[in-house]
């Protein structure tokens, strides 16, 4: 009954090419793009933006990146937090270094310099592959944390070893620091989120996406069949480091507005983003929404159960949710390998012949 | 999917709705992850005296007190979630209780007109009341710890510590990393040697800092640590055969659950602190009438006693006096945090207020005002004696060398406002 292609006929080949071809998919698209930009900034307040969207939003830049070098291009990588903190710092130094520039070419000038140190820890993968690999960018995430911490000049000689966002305007909102309003710092974020997506799913769906693709199934056929590996491989590294880069920044900047990186940039954040994509799908745009969905809304869901409504001891509570969030976890595995995108995937088959199964 | 996660989410913030009280206290604590065992005592007793205070007095002038618990489990993110859940519901003054929640908290808190009371840890330039309008660092913070433990070893050595070296292991964070200007400082005015050994998160693997100590034998040892970071540290002098009675922690590294690991080779150790020890004080009895035999206790009630209860306790209770003041000042009992801000700038703890409220000599007599948010600086040293399984004080209170710290409080604070464009004034 939904998702049918039946009398939805296409004329041209941009029109067959679209990303949602199928005409109730697309307007469903419209409707969630409708309400993210005109209806949730309106009724958006200060939990909401900090507890649910904005990490929600920068989650999914994030496992966006990662998706592109794990899910696309085979490459695994552990470093998602020391790449995230280069972003985070990047971005200090350029909104302190320079004030008058706005914030907007800051955070993706920070994807750029991500994306050139992203590249540079890449090199490995060009001689190592699989678990090997991930033991290289385990390396750079130790280094990388390492580093901004023992550094001074990355957080301006501040004693704490700190860094603290400046308050930053776009079109005389103030979209950082502790006066941004919460629709200001939501639609800041979801601007980017909503560019990286779309600029994610074109590249991977493009000749560029069709390479890595390659190089992931099996990497001496494309090597044969004429990919390049060297520029395949590092050019994922790039656009993987660009998007983790964008996510650190906006996560600094944005969303805490103080970092200490050893311990928000930690190799638990590449655990954490490396979760996201592995539950939501490797492999897929919308499994990397929906991977960084379940791991932030669900601890906030279960704490705000289990402790408001229940009123059950915090503590409980909180050995509570890793037990039910790791449960939760083997039971999608188990259920679906492939993760929620493949989920979603069954399900809208499963909708197009409802209620006529057969 | 994240659509049917919200609506049940929206469900169950709908449902759980703010509990209407006059006086709300929010406890951000954690009672999961490493830094648990610190986190429970103080948490117990930052709770239990307010529930004393409802269970005996009716709450503060007549109003009760409503504590809300939020587990922050040490996390950044976690304690901004918990601050923006609980802060609509009123919330007078937090206590996170965490250096990376504080630096969190400062903006949003300032904006927000929140008092935050950062007892001895957080930011020590928020001394400087005119600058940092809504935070309080009251009695002491870190800069006097550094302070308060050189003068003692000053004072061991008939204050001559010229050519001496002391190496300071330091969380690596924030938190661990604020004394080390004064560090430097002192170390200038005094002529030792200072030698930094970082440790990271969480701090359970300290092999290679400890083999560097045994290695370049330093006369003394200063500790800045926390949670399980602690207990392997004094597990690690132990295994060095350190001197205890020359390893100095500050009084986050001076608990009983961080010695009691070692056993009895930790005996001596020694810690910071800025407030007594023990429980023989009468507020005790009726804490463990009212709350504890009466079922009423936050934790387990095992905890009543301990270093980090008292401290959690006093913290209570400098709210507590704070809440008192504004309702004084303001003439009503229902304060807002604005009014609380005014209470906790205008406090004063006198001797008096102390034995009136069963706790004698339990801390130092300081008087915050506009200029000073910080308090005087006045410390003591406890010592660990492990036959008798507790901290025991072994100098009076004494003060922090004042001339060092305040030039450095002034200098970081005008770089806080300068930075953020904060016009400084009372």
């Keep these: ?358 | 999917m994240k659509m049917k996660l919200m609506t049940v989410a929206v469900a169950a913030m709908m449902a759980a709705g703010p509990a209407l009280a006059d006086l709300t206290i929010v406890d951000t604590s954690y009672r999961t992850g490493p830094y648990a065992a610190n986190g429970i005592p103080f948490s117990d007793g930052y709770q239990d005296y307010f529930t004393l205070l409802n269970e005996r007095d009716g709450g503060i002038g007549g109003e009760m007190v409503n504590i809300v618990e939020c587990e922050t489990g040490y996390n950044t993110e976690k304690g901004v979630e918990c601050y923006e859940a609980t802060k609509g519901e009123g919330a007078l003054v937090y206590q996170p209780l965490s250096t990376g929640i504080t630096y969190q908290l400062i903006p949003k808190a300032t904006s927000d007109g929140i008092p935050l009371h950062t007892m001895g840890y957080g930011r020590t330039s928020a001394k400087n009341g005119a600058v940092f309008k809504y935070v309080f660092n009251y009695p002491a913070n870190y800069w006097d710890g550094a302070s308060l433990a050189v003068t003692h070893i000053l004072d061991q050595n008939g204050g001559d510590v010229n050519g001496k070296k002391i190496a300071l292991v330091y969380h690596n964070s924030a938190y661990g990393k604020e004394p080390i200007r004064t560090l430097e400082e002192l170390a200038k005015k005094h002529g030792f040697e200072l030698s930094l050994l970082p440790v990271d998160h969480p701090g359970q693997e300290q092999k290679s800092q400890w083999l560097q100590i045994r290695r370049e034998k330093p006369d003394y040892v200063l500790m800045w640590g926390w949670g399980v970071m602690n207990q392997v540290a004094i597990q690690e002098a132990v295994n060095i055969r350190f001197p205890m009675e020359n390893f100095i922690g500050i009084w986050w590294s001076g608990s009983e659950n961080d010695v009691k690991a070692a056993g009895d080779k930790a005996n001596g150790y020694k810690a910071l602190t800025f407030h007594n020890l023990g429980s023989d004080y009468p507020v005790y009895a009726d804490i463990q009438k009212h709350v504890v035999d009466a079922g009423k206790a936050a934790g387990a009630g095992d905890q009543v006693g301990t270093v980090l209860y008292n401290r959690g306790m006093y913290a209570a209770m400098l709210a507590a006096e704070a809440i008192k003041t504004a309702q004084e000042m303001h003439g009503t009992a229902a304060i807002t945090s604005a009014q609380m801000r005014d209470g906790m700038e205008n406090l004063e703890m006198t001797e008096a207020k102390m034995a009136g409220i069963g706790l004698p000599g339990f801390g130092p007599e300081f008087k915050v005002s506009c200029e000073n948010h910080g308090g005087n600086g006045f410390g003591a040293v406890s010592q660990w004696d492990a036959a008798a399984g507790e901290f025991k004080l072994i100098t009076e209170y004494f003060q922090s060398d004042q001339d060092v710290i305040m030039p450095l409080v002034e200098e970081d604070s005008s770089a806080f406002a300068a930075e953020n464009g904060i016009e400084a004034g009372c």
């Design chain 1, 1 to 358: 009954m939904f998702y049918r292609e039946a009398g939805d006929f296409k004329t041209s080949y941009t029109e067959d090419n679209q990303t949602f071809p199928i005409k109730f998919d697309r307007y469903r698209y419209y409707a969630v793009l409708l309400v993210a930009f005109a209806v949730v900034p309106f009724i958006i307040n200060d939990y909401w933006v900090n507890a649910v969207f904005l990490p929600f939003l920068i989650y999914a830049i994030a496992a966006i990146g990662l998706n592109i070098l794990v899910g696309y291009c085979g490459q695994v990588s552990l470093g998602t937090g020391g790449f995230m903190a280069v972003g985070a710092y990047a971005c200090y130094k350029l909104m302190t270094g320079f004030p008058e520039i706005n914030i907007f070419f800051h955070i993706i000038l920070s994807g750029g310099i991500t994306a050139a140190v992203c590249v540079a820890f890449g090199l490995p993968s060009l001689r190592i592959k699989g678990f090997y690999l991930a033991v290289a960018t385990l390396a750079a995430q130790f280094f990388l944390v390492w580093l901004f911490n023992k550094v001074s000049w990355f957080y301006n000689y501040s004693a704490s070893g700190q860094i603290n966002a400046p308050e930053r305007t776009v079109f005389g909102v103030p979209v950082t620091g502790a006066e941004a309003a919460p629709w200001a710092a939501y639609l800041f974020c979801l601007v980017f989120t909503f560019i990286s997506a779309i600029i994610a799913r074109n590249t991977t769906r493009g000749m560029a996406g069709r390479k890595w693709m390659a190089i992931r199934d099996m990497d001496i056929a494309a090597e044969i069949i004429g990919v390049n590996p060297l520029k395949a491989k590092l050019s994922a590294f790039a656009v993987s480091g660009f998007f983790v880069g964008i996510a650190g920044a906006l996560f600094f900047s944005v969303y805490l507005g103080a970092v200490e990186v050893g311990e928000v940039f930690g190799i638990t954040k590449s655990f954490l983003v490396l979760f996201m994509i592995i539950i939501g799908g490797l492999g897929s745009i919308f499994g990397s929404f929906a991977g960084a969905a379940f791991l932030v809304l669900l601890p906030v869901l279960l704490k705000n159960l289990l402790v408001g409504t229940l009123g059950w001891p915090t503590d409980l509570a909180a050995h509570l949710e890793f037990m039910i969030v790791g449960a939760l976890i083997v039971v999608f595995l188990v259920a679906e390998p492939h993760g929620l995108a493949q989920l979603w995937r069954v399900a809208k088959e499963k909708l197009r012949l409802w209620p006529f199964p057969h």
